[in-house]
T-cell receptor, first 114, second 117 residues
Framework: AQSVTQLDSQVPVFEEAPVELRCNYS??????LFWYVQYPNQGLQLLLK??????LVKGINGFEAEFNKSQTSFHLRKPSVHISDTAEYFC????????????FGTGTKLQVIP | GAGVSQSPSNKVTEKGKDVELRCDPI?????LYWYRQSLGQGLEFLIY????????KSGLPSDRFSAERTGGSVSTLTIQRTQQEDSAVYLC???????????????FGQGTRLTVV
């Protein structure tokens, strides 16, 4: 079975500073990886996903993530954050090949400080 | 509608009562998921449907929880004899999974906020 670990429950960062949210997964087979964002009092929406191909994935709102198979990581990065990026971010994994459940991490709350 | 729809959006119930939460997935999506989001607990997987069958129900916390899906579409999550610890936001998601699908991206509803008093 697959699992996801988000090491940081909260990450405070100053506006316009870079940020990295960490995600590590565990699986013995090929996976698909996702980052979802949940803004305050809203539902979850997809930020970006890795299915195959290039290991650097670009998503919405200037975020990107890099799939590192050897380190089983899929860290999320943004070079310069805005106040509007304040939200909770969830990393998720599913086994490739379809018909598989999606497993989420416990989430990282990003707090952008003005 | 175009998205995943959940009802009710809010539900307050007395301890010991039964509740039913409904999820209307995106039309054509064969996979449906229920998650629970509690304060400080992240997203807790409850059950996964593929069509009308549930190949993975390992996340249901007790036998008070059950779920069904009919016609490969609407799903109902039932909680019997509710307890205060059942208070949470219950999220439903659906995804398009097919023989040639390369994406299992899940689309989420807005959730049902359940409060047991």
């Amino acid at each position: 079975a697959q699992s996801v670990t988000q090491l940081d429950s909260q990450v405070p960062v100053f506006e316009e500073a870079p940020v990295e949210l960490r995600c590590n997964y565990s699986s013995s087979v090929s996976v698909y990886l996702f980052w979802y964002v949940q803004y305050p009092n809203q539902g979850l929406q997809l930020l970006l996903k890795y299915l195959s191909g290039s290991t650097l994935v670009k998503g919405i709102n200037g975020f990107e993530a890099e799939f590192n198979k050897s380190q089983t990581s899929f860290h999320l990065r943004k070079p310069s954050v805005h106040i509007s990026d304040t939200a909770e971010y969830f990393c998720a994994v599913t086994l490739s090949g379809g018909y598989q459940k999606v497993t989420f991490g416990t989430g990282t709350k990003l707090q952008v400080i003005p | 509608g175009a998205g995943v729809s959940q009802s009710p959006s809010n539900k307050v119930t007395e301890k010991g009562k039964d509740v039913e939460l409904r999820c209307d997935p995106i039309s054509g999506h064969t996979a449906l998921y229920w998650y629970r989001q509690s304060l400080g607990q992240g997203l807790e997987f409850l059950i996964y449907f593929q069509g009308n069958s549930a190949p993975d129900k390992s996340g249901l916390p007790s036998d008070r929880f059950s779920a069904e899906r009919t016609g490969g579409s609407v799903s109902t999550l039932t909680i019997q004899r509710t307890q205060q610890e059942d208070s949470a936001v219950y999220l439903c998601a659906s995804s398009l999974v097919g023989l040639r699908s390369v994406s299992t991206e899940a689309f989420f509803g807005q959730g049902t906020r359940l409060t047991v008093v």
